[in-house]
Each structure stands twice: as structure tokens, then as C-alpha cells.
DNA sequence: CCTATGACTGGTC
DNA sequence: TGACCAGCCATAG
């Protein structure tokens, strides 16, 4: 906790609302001086105990990425799932529905799922 | 200090 | 559509 950057990407990737989800590219140009690559590094080294929801945090592709092995995909998947996220028939989730920041304003069902 | 590696990205083949 | 390469920077050994 000593890096202000990993709190701000933190902060930012709290910020996320329920049923969104980013990408690593967008959370580094938002934060800036920071790449995706440092995002990514920065979410596996966040402990699961933190207040981050670690799982709206995707990459570019809208896909999960694997996490070498284990559950974790799965995990992170099953989560969003719950929160209301939609996934296509090939894992990938709609940035253009489910992104965040959200360019445009649908006030879709997921709204209500706010607080 | 140097090398290897990784929850990324964009472009090329 | 899928595989490969180079750039990116922090962390670990």
C-alpha cells in the first residue's frame, strides 16, 4: 500500500458498478502512467480479501483472462454472472453493453442492481 | 544490477 | 479466425 498508483487503480476498479465490467487498456489510460500490462499485475498481486471486485476487470477482447490454471476463470465468470452480466455462447461479454465507462445511457436493468 | 516472466494490447501473417 | 511478434513496466530471483 505504499504505491499510489495500484490504490488508485483500486479505487478506480471499485468504482465499477455491479453488472459492468472494464479492461485493463481503459483502467491504465483512466489512471494514466500505468499500462495494461501493470493493471493486469496489479490485480493479481490484490488479495482476495480486498474491496475489489477484481472480476469486472477483463481484457480488451471482452474475454476472461485465463489465469494460467485453476478455477480462477470460472470463478471470476460465475461472479459476473451473478451481477448480471451476459456472456455470448463463445465466453465473451458485450463491451458495448456492459462497459465501463458506459458511453451511453440506456438505463438498462441493470441499474436497479445498483446499490 | 541483470534476466525472466506475466490476469495486456495492437498489428501482421 | 487463429497464431506470432514486439512494446510495455513492475516484481521476483
Do not use: H
Not at 500500500?1 to 465490467?21: C, F, H, N, S, W
Amino acid at each position: 500500500m505504499g504505491d499510489p498508483l495500484y490504490e488508485k487503480i483500486y479505487a478506480l476498479v471499485r468504482q465499477v458498478p455491479t453488472g459492468r465490467v472494464t479492461t485493463y487498456g481503459t483502467v491504465a489510460k483512466i489512471v494514466g502512467g500505468c499500462t495494461a500490462r501493470m493493471v493486469g499485475y496489479a490485480m493479481a498481486a490484490t488479495p482476495e480479501g480486498s474491496a475489489v471486485p477484481w472480476q469486472r476487470v477483463i481484457n480488451s477482447q471482452g474475454m476472461i483472462s485465463p489465469r494460467g490454471v485453476g478455477l480462477g476463470s470460472l470463478i471470476q465468470r460465475q461472479l459476473l454472472e451473478e451481477e448480471g452480466v451476459v456472456f455470448d455462447p463463445a465466453g465473451k461479454i458485450d463491451l458495448q453493453k456492459f462497459g465501463w465507462p458506459e458511453q451511453d445511457s440506456p438505463a438498462g436493468p441493470y441499474q436497479e442492481k445498483l446499490f
